[in-house]
C-alpha cells in the first residue's frame, strides 16, 4: 500500500513561516500525476490550498496566493508547502493528496495523515 508521510507543521506566531513536505513511498509506484496539499479548520469542510502537476504547473487557492509556495522533487515523490506570512486563519489540520499510477496500471489518490498548523500568539 502506498504511503504519505507528512513532516513540519506546529504551532507560529501570526506572520511567521513553516514548511511542510510529503514523501510518498512504495516500489508500486509508477508515476506521480497531480500532488497537493488541502486543510481543514474545525468545523469547516476540507479545502484544496495548493497543488502541482507532474509538469510543475500550480494552483492556489485565492486566500493563500501570494503567500503559500508548492514545490516538488519528482526524484524523491516529494511535495513541499512553504507558507509565510501566515495568518490566525491558516489554523488548520494539513492534508497531503497524491494521486499515482502504479505498476500494475491501477490509478489512486492517497492522502496523508494530516499535520496541525496552528497560527497563534
Known amino acids: 500500500q502506498v504511503q504519505l508521510v507528512e513532516s513540519g507543521g506546529g504551532l507560529v506566531q501570526p506572520g511567521g513561516s513553516l514548511s511542510l513536505s510529503c514523501a510518498a513511498s512504495h516500489g508500486l509506484i509508477r508515476r506521480i500525476e497531480t500532488m497537493g496539499w488541502y486543510r481543514q479548520a474545525p468545523g469547516k469542510q476540507r479545502e484544496l490550498v495548493a497543488d502541482i502537476t507532474s509538469g510543475g504547473v500550480t494552483n492556489y487557492a485565492d486566500s493563500v496566493k501570494g503567500r503559500f509556495t508548492i514545490s516538488r522533487d519528482n526524484a524523491r515523490n516529494t511535495v513541499y508547502l512553504e507558507m509565510d506570512s501566515l495568518k490566525p486563519e491558516d489554523t488548520a489540520v494539513y492534508y497531503c493528496?497524491?494521486?499515482?499510477?502504479?505498476?500494475?496500471?491501477?490509478?489512486?489518490?492517497?492522502w496523508g495523515q494530516g499535520t496541525l498548523v496552528t497560527v497563534s500568539s
Open positions: 493528496n497524491v494521486a499515482l499510477w502504479t505498476w500494475t496500471g491501477r490509478y489512486l489518490e492517497v
